[in-house]
Every structure is written in structure tokens, then in C-alpha cells.
């Protein structure tokens, strides 16, 4: 019996950096997160997976616009096989759910199953899913552990699918929802079930030692490499029914297109703004790759115009190009003679030298002062390529 495994689609995601500037990343970005879910069709198709599982926040939300709602369903239809969805803490089973909305339960296609209720769902003779879906953001339990406790170890093949933080791997112990660890090794060891889909860590992740216990991670990035290490997958799950014992073999699918990038540079010279640049240049894929730059370092007025500039052109090629604020740190100061050549006199020059005196002090205004020169820079330079 094969299937896929999938969890945190978070369909309505929104990011603030993607939308900066023309605001047109942040509408590509959430097509892909609906082509990544529709593209499992694609891989059930060749694999020849029965079904597909989600184990969880399948929605960002519960209060997601009438169009983000249609078109994630029609996603999920693209997918062909029946497709089983939990809810999990972004998209409880609360007062306010999508999965009971008007329009969900008219659009829901017929392949899309919404596992509402704690416990045990019959996918076919031999063969169930045990669900815990959340029913608010909080839950006092763990609730893998209560749908496991009264179920006996007959010979059915089970598929737990939870969402949650598991104890092993969360440092807050003390949560009441946290999945115990014990629980589900006592189940396996049991017979009662055969393999765990876990959702809630976006990045892909085995949980203990048995190969049966796993987190199949975001099948599109959610956030930057420092934080989701390895993203983009969907888990395709082989279990033998004809072994007593259930063998299984877990194997991924990488179906995500962006990334989201960390870089931590140095500037402190023209050859590191160059190197920079070269870096930035060489990631392929521009339009669906995110970068946030960590820099610090001490340059000169024209060595930090360069880098404005440098900036400025990569922030029209990429998804988005952001300073990542509390990492960066750049102190401007004018060097001596840095502008001595540029061709002006009078009371322009003296305005420069004043500029140049007040960059060079503590005063209040002297970050204004910099920026003064940086621009003039800029604009002394295009006036001699123009």
C-alpha cells in the first residue's frame, strides 16, 4: 500500500517583504503554494499512491477570502485521488471553521475528505486512518494519545495522522497538547498502528528511530534556510501488507520551487561590495528565490552608494531582497579627498565640504548627511553616463 504524506499547506499564506515594491511576488508566491499542492496529483499518478494525507493546517486560517477558498479546493480536486485533510492550530474545527463554511461545503470536491471527527476513518476493508483533529488552538491534551488508547491491535493497517509538536523535539515541555513520544512508540511496538504523519514542523524530519514516526515538512518554503532546513518535499509512504509486521519504506518527492535565503556578509571595501554582487548574481532561479542580507562593516560614501545600487538592481530581479534589520549594521564615513573630483565650485562646494564635516561628526544630522552625499554620488555618476 503506497501514499503520500503532506501537512502545513497553509494555503493564504501572505509575507509582508513580498509585498514590497510592486507587490506582484506575493500573488506568485501563493500560486505556487497552490501549484505545489495540485502537483501531487502528478506524483500520486506516477507512483501509483492511493491516497494523499495532510496532517494539518491545511489553511493559513479560518477567515480566508471566498477566492482563496475556491481556488485551494479546485487545487486539491486537481489532485485526483482521494485526498484526507485534518485540521490542525491554524485552521481548527472551532466556531468560526472554514471546513463548515457555506462555501466549503459547497465547492468541497468529491475526492477530498475532511477528517472532522477524533478516531478512526475506513479508507477501505484492512486499511484506516486514525485522525486527532483540533478543535481549537489550545488543546489541553495530547491528542494522538487519546484517539490511540482504546484501539486494539487486530490486524487492520492504521495510519495515524496528527499535528503538533512531538516532547523529544520541543523544548517546552510543559505544553498539555504536545505529542508524547512514548505513546506513539507504544502504539507501533503494538501493532496498533504502522505509521505516524505528522504535521506542524515545516521542515522535512524523521521523529525517533523506528522509521515509521515523520514530519513531511511544507511542500512549499514558508520561511528563510536559518529556520526551515529542508523544506519542499512531499513523503511518499510504502507499507507491506502482506509482512505481519508492516514493513515500511519512507521515501520524498521534492515538489516546492522557492527558496527563501539567509546571507551573512561582510562589507567593508569595494571588492566585498563586488564580491556581493557576483554572489547575488550567480542564484539561479531569481523570480522564486527570496534573500535576506545580514551585513556589516565600515565603508566610504562612494562604496556605499555602489552598494545601494547594487541592492536596488537585485530587488527588481528577485522575489524580494530585504536588510535583515537587527543583522545589519553599516557605518558610512567619507574618506579624505573622496570628493575632491567632482567637478563643482562656488557655493556647491563649499555646501559639499559642510556635508562632508557634518557626516564625518556625532551630530544628529549626520546620518542625513551621509545619505546627502550618497545621493550625490549617484547622481554625479548617472550625469556621466548620461
Request: charged residues 25%; hydrophobic residues 45%; glycine residues 6%.
Amino acid at each position: 500500500m503506497r501514499f503520500l504524506h503532506t501537512a502545513d499547506w497553509q494555503l493564504g499564506m501572505t509575507r509582508h517583504f513580498l509585498s514590497a515594491g510592486d507587490g506582484e511576488a506575493q500573488p506568485r508566491y501563493s500560486a505556487a503554494r497552490r501549484d505545489a499542492v495540485a502537483a501531487l496529483g502528478a506524483v500520486a499518478q506516477r507512483t501509483g499512491a492511493e491516497f494523499v494525507v495532510v496532517a494539518g493546517d491545511v489553511f493559513e486560517h479560518n477567515q480566508l477570502a471566498p477566492r482563496e477558498v475556491s481556488q485551494s479546493l479546485e487545487a486539491m480536486r486537481a489532485i485526483g485521488v482521494p485526498v484526507y485533510l485534518l485540521p490542525g492550530n491554524h485552521d481548527p474545527l472551532d466556531a468560526s471553521s472554514v471546513y463548515t463554511s457555506a462555501l466549503f461545503l459547497a465547492e468541497c470536491p468529491d475526492n477530498v475528505v475532511v477528517l472532522d471527527t477524533a478516531g478512526v476513518h475506513e479508507v477501505r476493508p484492512g486499511l484506516q486512518i486514525v485522525a486527532a483533529p483540533w478543535r481549537s488552538k489550545a488543546p489541553t491534551t495530547d491528542l494522538a494519545a487519546d484517539v490511540l488508547a482504546q484501539l486494539p491491535a487486530d490486524g487492520v493497517t492504521r495510519v495515524l495522522v496528527a499535528h503538533g509538536g512531538v516532547d523529544i523535539l520541543d523544548p517546552d515541555k510543559d505544553k498539555p497538547s504536545l505529542i508524547r513520544m512514548a505513546a506513539l512508540e507504544s502504539a507501533i511496538a503494538r501493532g496498533v498502528v504502522h505509521y505516524v504523519a505528522l504535521g506542524d514542523k515545516h521542515s522535512r524530519t524523521q521523529v525517533g528511530s523506528s522509521g515509521r514516526v515523520w514530519y513531511s515538512g511544507s511542500p512549499e518554503v514558508t520561511n528563510y534556510d536559518d529556520i526551515e532546513s529542508d523544506p519542499g518535499h512531499v513523503l511518499l509512504v510504502d507499507i507491506d501488507e502482506t509482512d505481519p509486521h508492516r514493513t515500511v519504506r519512507v521515501s520524498s518527492e521534492r515538489v516546492g520551487r522557492w527558496r527563501f535565503v539567509t546571507l551573512r556578509r561582510s562589507v567593508d571595501t569595494d571588492r566585498d561590495v563586488a564580491d556581493l554582487d557576483i554572489n547575488l548574481d550567480l542564484l539561479p532561479d531569481k523570480e522564486r528565490t527570496v534573500v535576506r542580507l545580514a551585513l556589516t562593516g565600515s565603508l566610504t560614501v562612494t562604496d556605499k552608494a555602489a552598494l545601494d545600487a547594487c541592492l536596488d538592481k537585485y530587488a527588481r530581479l528577485f522575489g524580494a531582497l530585504t536588510l535583515w534589520e537587527r543583522h545589519t549594521e553599516i557605518a558610512v564615513m567619507p574618506a579624505d579627498g573622496e570628493f575632491d573630483d567632482l567637478g563643482i565650485g562656488g557655493f556647491a562646494a563649499a555646501a559639499v565640504d559642510e556635508l562632508v564635516a557634518t557626516a564625518r561628526s556625532e551630530a544628529d544630522a549626520a546620518d542625513d548627511a551621509r545619505a546627502a552625499l550618497g545621493l550625490l554620488l549617484r547622481l554625479v555618476d548617472r550625469k556621466n553616463v548620461a
